[in-house]
């Protein structure tokens, strides 16, 4: 074993082992705050490691790829939900769909359900006391509580996430409370990080560079404790946009079906969509009417998968199927853009007013790049593009959104977006105020400094971009043949 390898040897051990010690301690459910050092103490073993993998032979780096993605995928298994309880309302929808209710129809505190309630997700008397429970009607003199948030509202989530809430209470031995649920977040992210490396390998011009790329997405923090430990959906959503993204151009109406499944797991994947078209719109050589069909080719399937997955839904629930999706905008504040944390960097130059306007007006000129000038061989490169500087001007604060980023940054390899993800980490378990700000602020520098990089120093990236953790880059053709 060369020293290189040796040494990533050892940043990998230390990145897991510092995940294990955050993730697997005892601390109390919820309490993201005490996981921010740590946090970005594993952050910065990743960069360390994603850096020293690049300069080995590629069979070696795709070992340690794999061997390092398990382990560090693994290390979110050992510990109860730390920094979310959302898996918590996907193990109550499960159950509520098993018992052959729509989710869309009752909110968990509803009386209703009251026979499906059980001493784990609805504790009662001393169980009720804690910083994760939230209190419910009791229908005598009694504490009663749930660890589900938001329990007066309905669900929130669509319907390919509930069919896979539903899957995994199906598989579920009685008893085994969230341990599916994150098992099952797991087998998604290692199954990402496959189809990563093998859709990289067999990609002309980042073969030999596929498992830098791939770690990109296999060794990064948020994967396992968002995606494993936290058992976020968007594990599921972000599987099938890579995908379809990586199938699109060889299977229009397969990837549109692909992003469409996407887009109904969660609703953040539907940003994908300009650069699944980029490459056909975009495209010369076409006449405008054969560019036209060729966009329907792709948006047709994704509409009707929508649309179909849907349908089960809407004929068996008695209100609407969106639930709690429009409350959850207000109470975030994105109507609201004069307070909270919501365009936070625009409300540094602009009034807040004008904040909401302005992210609109940023993302669409965005989109119409993406669409107008995109590449048409590499679809995730505008897909990236869209998604990042969605989160650029809209600042969300939950970290698992941006796990999507990952994906497309290994996917295209433009490095300097990994700011975003570590950005939203750093504002939902931040311990200062404004922490967030200052973190998207710096993410949004680094993603102006590579683009100057590559526009001062055209050869300093590669067709398909590189997975660095630093200033080198590699050098690079506009077109391969």
């Known amino acids: 074993m060369t020293c290189r390898a040796a040494g990533t040897v050892v940043l990998l051990a230390a990145l897991a082992g510092t995940l294990a010690l955050a993730i697997g301690a005892d601390t109390v459910p919820a309490d993201r705050h005490g996981l921010f050092w740590p946090y970005l103490l594993a952050w910065a073993f990743f960069c360390a490691a994603a850096w020293a993998v690049r300069g080995l032979p590629a069979r070696q780096a795709r070992c340690l790829v794999i061997a390092g993605g ?15 309880t959302d898996s918590y309302r996907y193990a109550w929808d499960g159950r509520v769909q098993a018992a052959g209710v729509s989710p869309y129809d009752h909110a968990p505190a509803e009386a209703a359900l009251a026979p499906l309630r059980d001493p784990w997700l609805f504790p009662r008397g001393a169980g009720c006391e804690g910083p ?9 003199s009694g504490t009663s509580c749930t660890r589900i948030n938001r329990p007066g509202v309905h669900t929130i989530y669509p319907p390919m996430a509930e069919a896979y809430f539903l899957l995994v209470h199906g598989l579920s031995p009685e008893g085994a409370r969230h341990k599916p649920l994150q098992v099952g977040g797991a087998l998604l992210a290692c199954a990402t990080s496959a189809v990563l490396l093998i859709a990289l390998s067999r990609r002309p011009g980042t073969r030999d560079d596929a498992p830098a790329y791939a770690a990109c997405y296999a060794w990064c923090p948020a994967v396992p404790l968002e995606l494993v430990n936290n058992a976020h959906v968007d594990a599921l959503g972000i599987l099938l946009a890579v995908l379809a993204l990586t199938t699109v151009n060889r299977h229009r109406v397969l990837g549109g079906a692909l992003l469409g499944a996407a887009t109904a797991v969660k609703l953040l994947p539907a940003a994908a969509v300009p650069g699944a078209l980029s490459g056909i719109l975009a495209s010369g050589g076409k006449p405008p009417a054969r560019r036209m069909l060729d966009a329907l080719a792709v948006l047709g399937p994704a509409a009707l998968v929508v649309a179909l997955a849907y349908l089960p839904y809407v004929l068996a629930s008695r209100g609407s199927v969106l639930g709690y999706f429009f409350g959850y905008l207000t ?9 909270g944390d919501r365009y936070a960097l625009l409300r540094l130059v602009l009034p807040g007013s004008w904040a909401f306007p302005a992210a609109l007006v940023i993302l669409g000129i965005t989109i119409f790049h993406v669409l107008r000038h995109g590449d048409a061989d590499r679809p995730w490169r505008g897909a990236l593009l869209v998604t990042g500087v969605g989160f650029l001007v809209f600042t969300p604060g939950y970290s698992w959104y941006a796990v999507l980023v990952v994906a497309l940054v290994a996917l295209d390899g433009r490095w300097e977006w990994l700011g975003v993800p570590l950005a939203s980490g750093v504002a939902y378990m931040g311990t200062v105020a404004g922490s967030g700000t200052i973190a998207y602020a710096l993410a949004a520098l680094a993603v102006a400094a590579g683009l100057v990089v590559r526009a001062v120093r055209p050869s300093s990236g590669s067709a398909y971009g590189h997975c660095r953790m630093g200033a080198r880059a590699w050098l690079w053709k506009d077109r391969f043949r």
Do not use: F, N, Q, W
């Open 132 to 140: 994760d429970r939230y209190p419910i009607p009791s229908g005598d």
């Open 331 to 339: 109470e975030e504040g994105y109507e609201d853009a004069g307070s």
């Open 70 to 84: 398990i382990a560090v995928t693994a290390t979110g298994l050992l510990s109860p939900p730390a920094t979310s």
